[in-house]
């Protein structure tokens, strides 16, 4: 089903962000670039699962967290 496809890239999406975040954390000199890219991968996951809220509808019992 297209939205869980969607919600499964929007899960590695939010995935991406996380090890950025931890990245930015590691390495002072860039943090800064690193938080800002971070915010913007997690915003672009967000996106994708309100696209899928509004527009489409996951299989039942969907959880992106487990996928």
Not at 35 to 45: D, H, Q, Y
């Amino acid at each position: 089903m297209p939205a869980n496809e969607i919600l499964q890239e929007a899960t590695k999406l939010h995935k991406v962000s996380d090890s950025l975040d931890v990245l930015a954390q590691q390495h002072a000199p860039i943090s800064e670039a690193l938080s800002i890219l971070s915010g913007s991968v997690r915003n672009s996951a967000t996106l994708l699962e309100v696209v899928v809220a509004l527009k489409l509808r996951p299989a039942p019992g969907f959880d992106p967290a487990i996928n």
